[in-house]
């Protein structure tokens, strides 16, 4: 395991000091909160709005934000795969670029899912083909590479949808996928005839592999894939990482990726027939993954090594688990969105405590992940519709049909403004951008 006591410490120093802004999918502290205040607790299409940019095309990708600079990703009416980046305080395009080409669609999923990743130096970029590409923030590139033809096509059945994860000067890719594939995945065939499920960790500096970790499942069918991201756990002097899929949540240690532990309990029926959509959530002392479709949130306390034991699952949410969307973690609670069901469940993390629950009100499938900031909690539906609900108790404070579905993409903040992504424009909601 990574001793790395000093850079733990300096890692969460430098969370705290850019705190303001939202440089990955789910955002500075890696479980969808900020710390920003002075956010508009509603707004419509034209109240609150600092600007709207339009956008080439859909994608489920969440933007992210470095101080005045906004990075999107998404396809184009030609099939090109690109990474648009945007002036915050103006919403001013400032340069685009073709990363990749040959966009499809299958589901809710295109091949420009997975959002991009900034460290305020470069950003990253990773597409569902495959391509890997770094650039400065003047759009110059840095390095790529092509993981799908060094690998094998990923091999997911809505195609790929995990995003990069940037940690402590290291950039992780998880890739959990089929083997093997099955004749009707057209976009993941090749002349390759295996495909491994693995945890790939690069030196942004170079894109130079610094360990790729092989993670080994005994999960059938469809339930070998996963569109969750890797998280980051720092406890004690250790870093571990955490990934989620293929049955189980693993721990890993950061310095080599080598796998300390593992739990179960992610497909009770064992029938092999559903994916894992969430990503890890770290909250209150314990790790929390969900299982897919009607089963349960699991927490986890892991102690030792190997495959945990019974007793490290300390606690189950069974009523009202979430299928796609991560959970928040925010102001020492943890808050459950059940998209299908349109209801939120707010929970002591520690002990599973239920809190609080209401239905958002809204008759609309929630794919989104909830976001945290400001002492409210901002949802976001398919349809484009946004709810905000207070923090503390279960009060709906504003219903904003926004429409522009289908919309997937988590709302972002930064700089006391949100970022609400529909299928055609970038939103920019709340205060004027600072001059």
Not at 40 to 55: D, G, I, Q
Not at 391 to 412: H, N, Q, W, Y
Request: with cysteine; net charge neutral.
């Amino acid at each position: 395991m990574l001793k790395l006591f000093s850079l733990a410490v300096l890692g969460l120093a430098i969370l705290d000091l850019h705190a303001a802004n939202w440089p990955q999918w789910r955002g500075p502290f890696f479980n969808g909160s900020s710390s920003e205040t002075n956010l508009p607790a509603t707004w419509s299409k034209t109240e609150n709005v600092v600007w709207s940019a339009p956008l080439p095309g859909q994608s489920g990708a969440t933007p992210v934000i470095w101080e005045d600079t906004v990075f999107v990703s998404s396809p184009d009416a030609e099939k090109n795969l690109l990474l648009l980046c945007l002036d915050r305080r103006t919403g001013t395009e400032k340069w685009r670029r073709v990363v990749a080409t040959g966009n499809r669609d299958k589901g809710r999923n295109n091949m420009a899912s997975p959002s991009p990743v900034t460290d305020g130096r470069a950003v990253f970029v990773l597409f569902a083909t495959g391509h890997l590409a770094a650039y400065d923030f003047d759009g110059q590139p840095l390095w790529s590479r092509d993981l799908a033809a060094e690998y094998g096509r990923f091999a997911n059945m809505w195609i790929y949808g995990s995003s990069p994860m940037l940690f402590q000067d290291r950039l992780y890719i998880q890739v959990l996928q089929r083997n093997p594939v099955p004749g009707d995945y057209s976009h993941a065939l090749d002349d390759k005839p295996a495909r491994e499920s693995f945890l790939l960790c690069l030196d942004p500096a170079t894109g130079n592999n610094l360990w790729r970790q092989v993670r080994p499942s005994d999960a059938r069918g469809e339930s070998q894939e996963a569109y969750s991201t890797p998280i980051p756990w720092v406890r004690g002097a250790a870093v571990e990482i955490l990934v989620v899929g293929g049955d189980y949540l693993t721990g890993h240690d950061a310095a080599t990726g080598r796998e300390l532990w593992r739990g179960a309990g992610f497909n009770p029926n064992g029938e092999g027939h559903w994916r894992i959509v969430p990503s890890p959530v770290v909250a209150g002392g314990v790790v929390i993954g969900c299982a897919p479709k009607r089963d349960p949130v699991l927490a986890f306390k892991p102690a030792g090594a190997g495959r945990l034991p019974d007793t490290a699952l300390v606690w189950k949410l069974k009523e009202f688990p979430s299928d796609c969307a991560t959970p928040l973690y925010y102001r020492d609670k943890l808050f459950v969105l059940d998209g299908d069901r349109q209801v939120m469940t707010c929970l002591r993390p520690a002990t599973g405590e239920k809190l609080w629950q209401g239905n958002l009100g809204v008759r609309e499938i929630f794919r989104a992940s909830p976001t945290g900031a400001d002492g409210r909690i901002y949802c976001i539906s398919e349809n484009g519709t946004a709810v905000v609900l207070a923090a503390d108790e279960f009060k709906v404070l504003a219903t904003i049909p926004m429409g522009e579905s289908p919309v997937r993409s988590t709302i972002a903040v930064a700089a006391g403004q949100l970022f609400v992504r529909t299928a055609s424009h970038l939103y920019c909601i709340g205060r004027k951008a600072n001059p």
